[in-house]
């Protein structure tokens, strides 16, 4: 069964991230399946808008901690590899909405603020909880601030606090709520009416809208990350996580 379910309904595109078992983590066969879709949604012109959704109870519940480098250079590496793979739907030039139907954590949560609209089912959750394990969401610490402004950004990332749906949607980071079993309706009608517009006018609108994304920010994000894969701290929060113990940080 494929990692990333891949239909078409005439102009819409609808991928589906399909390892329910490991709450849609972003594996490699994943972000591999998410980047087939993106090329194809970019270069069919007969496709006018893209949904992402999520299979299970999580849209996705971001990285696999138990993949992380142990280097600098090989952390510089994998961070430049994600973090320009997260921005991924900001560069594409049509639209794309979240269907968010579960928990959306670290890189799901990064991959819907990347994504131009978010629908999000009643049980959706937001978070970026990286630090409670010694990382920080590199994609997030860029953008997230932007949506729900500073001092929730920071009381989230410092703290892993979570956003349910309806407090989502009061900050600005989702654009409606509805019932879980209408979530997928209700992001298909929301594409019909972005299909209504010319398509050259939203392409415009999405690049001028973007236009100062992914400059000097995203270089910044990988090279102050990546000393984070060397500290204690990290390889302390990755066995507490993974033994489902309490970490003890003793900052360095």
Excluded at 3 to 20: D, F, K, R, S
């Amino acid at each position: 069964m494929a990692a990333v379910q891949w239909q078409t309904e005439g102009p819409i595109g609808i991928a589906t991230l399909n390892e329910p078992e490991r709450m849609n983590a972003l594996s490699r066969t994943i972000r591999d399946g998410l980047t087939a879709v993106w090329d194809e949604y970019e270069q069919r012109d007969d496709l006018r808008v893209l949904i992402m959704t999520g299979s299970g109870r999580a849209f996705c519940a971001g990285g696999d901690l138990a993949a992380m480098p142990t280097n600098i250079p090989d952390a510089k590496r994998f961070l430049r590899d994600v973090i320009n793979w997260l921005a991924r739907p900001e560069q594409l030039a049509k639209p794309v909405i979240s269907a968010v139907n579960g928990l959306a954590l670290g890189g799901g949560c990064e991959l819907a603020i990347a994504s131009d609209l978010v629908i999000a089912s009643e049980r959706a959750e937001f978070g970026v909880p990286e630090a409670l394990v010694g990382l920080a969401p590199g994609f997030a610490i860029l953008r997230l601030h932007r949506i729900v402004g500073p001092a929730v950004a920071k009381e989230m990332v410092f703290t892993g606090r979570r956003l349910d749906a309806a407090e989502a949607q009061r900050l600005g980071l989702v654009n409606k709520v509805v019932p879980h079993e209408n979530l997928l309706d209700e992001a298909r009608e929301l594409a019909e009416k972005i299909m209504k517009a010319a398509p050259l006018s939203v392409e415009l609108a999405k690049s001028a809208f973007n236009r100062e994304l992914g400059g000097e920010d995203m270089t910044y994000g990988v090279d102050a990350m990546a000393h984070l894969f060397m500290a204690e701290d990290l390889h302390e929060g990755l066995d507490a996580f993974l033994n489902k113990r309490q970490p003890s940080f003793r900052g360095r």
